[in-house]
């Protein structure tokens, strides 16, 4: 090859060779490994005279097949690098790019990084042993930073210093499977470090590559093939979700993991069908009512319907449980912010002011309901999931005793308006409800859970409860509301300062400029790498804002459209040092809660 300097031996690739050099220059007690981030290389390029200089902190392993970049996490953890592998899909067998496929990727490596700790557990801290870390999923599956399909190219240079030459015919570039994880580096101890990054990591991912399990990936492909079958039968039927029989529904206490001996789900003889070769209940759109005693796992049921909005790995329990997935979970939400909001469905009048165009600092349990309704439904929810456990009372019923007492009452209960909801916008409902037989007389369809078993009352409901009449219900409301952002208070800038201010706490938290979201009531986070990653969206849509208002969807389509074309990474800033790196992608409607959510911005009045 024309360029080569003498002193390079062209046939001289080893094992992330330019990083155990840049390494050894490094002194045994340092705390920065500035070399190996900023991995500053001279190289010759055919018909240039003076070397090119750029920093390039990508290792290449198995002459050029396998890379890995290293990067900093954040300024206060520079002894705990992250560290991304691309591996080519090819050597893995894998010829189908898809979230299953890296799911099963990623939960594939953990026993590998497993073998690796093993011998460096102890009482003393990982800062002092060393530790590799990854992202750990649930039964989820989910996009994640931690494991995705990229095209990159292969092996662009060769030299095992800081002085490379480019090879002449560059490999085009092809798919690999990306792997992100973590190295806690010991401190003090530079010989150990040195072996972790250049020995025990590549060897680590030989094993990887050479025990990689084709057939369960099969599994896993199949799998995710029959859900999304299932996913197009609900988005083109009748039905919001598919139940399989002998799906696992309950989970350990304190644990995501299923039940052991718990008793198998099992379809209602009448509700039972056969979707896409499975049988099991299809859950008809409408009003929908579960009830039964307390611990016979009514709400068991309803969280295995919020789950299934997402797909889930196989031993999950849940894996044929598959909801639609535009489904919300609504409760009630005390103290939190509401701007604008069109509640009048559910609040006729109140003093000095428009139920159209509602707004507080400090939502009651009823308004905060009424509100996350009119938001998920503006969002594009189909399903409501309500548990009277988790709801304000006044808002869900008023029984007929009240109603005569109460002349005066602004309220609309719910259950004036689950049936409306559904005829007038195709938006269902189901509930748990246990201490009312209000919804009775609203309700399409009302199951009976004993002892985890679930049974089709609707005829005994009937007969104790006539369905209610048109008569009996309130005028139409308006569903309608459509409401702008304004980019005054919408910045990650605390009020003074000129550093931008980004944390996620332990709580459940977003810190973000001066706003502090209370992220708790998102019932449908699944995993705290997923509120990582609402923070991280939020501070990208506040940086890049430059419109006095704005449409909040067209902001949030526009995020996801970016983040599909380059990946969850895109998001990612290694600026804060309190959020966690690695991210779960949230629905679009998770993000919109969060900014209806901020007490600071501004949100324009309804658009009629």
Known sequence: MPGIPNHINEKEICALNRLYKYMLQME??????REMYDADISYYVAGKIAPEHDNDPTYWHRDGEISFTVARTHKLALDRPSVTVAIPAEKLGIGDFTPAAADFALRSLKKHIDERNAPLISRRPDYETGRFYVCEPGGEILTRNAAYFAMREGKVHRGSGPLVTFFDDMPPPGMCLCLLLQVQLPRGKLKRAIKMLTSELPGMFDDYIAWFDIVALGRALELEKKQNE?????????YSAFIANGSILAREKGTAAPMKNAVPFISPPGDEAEVCGLRGMAWRRGVTVITGGGYSGKSTLLDALAAGIYNHAEGDG?????????????????????????????????PGGDPKSFSTERASGSTSQAANIMEAVDFGARLLLIDEDRSATNFMIRDNLMRKLIEKEPLTPFTDRASELYGERGVSSTLVIGGSGEYLSVADRVYMMDDFTLRDVTGRARAMAPRRTGDSFPPGADWNSRRALRSEGFTPFPSGSGTERLEVTDSGFIIIGDERIDARALGDIATPAQLDALAFMLLYLERNETSLEFDLSDRIDALYAE???????????DFFTTCNRFLDLPRKSELAAAVNRMRLVQIAAPVT
């Not at 045994?28 to 490994?33: E, I, V």
């Open 28 to 33: 045994n007690g340092t705390t920065t490994y």
């Open 230 to 238: 299932i996913r197009e039968w609900l988005r083109c039927g009748e």
């Open 318 to 350: 849940r894996e044929l449980c598959v909801t639609d997935d535009t489904a919300a979970t609504i409760a009630a939400e005390d103290g939190r912010s509401v701007k604008n909001v069109n509640i009048s469905p559910f609040l006729r009048w109140m």
């Open 563 to 573: 983040i599909e074309r380059e990946g969850l990474e895109r998001v990612y800033t």
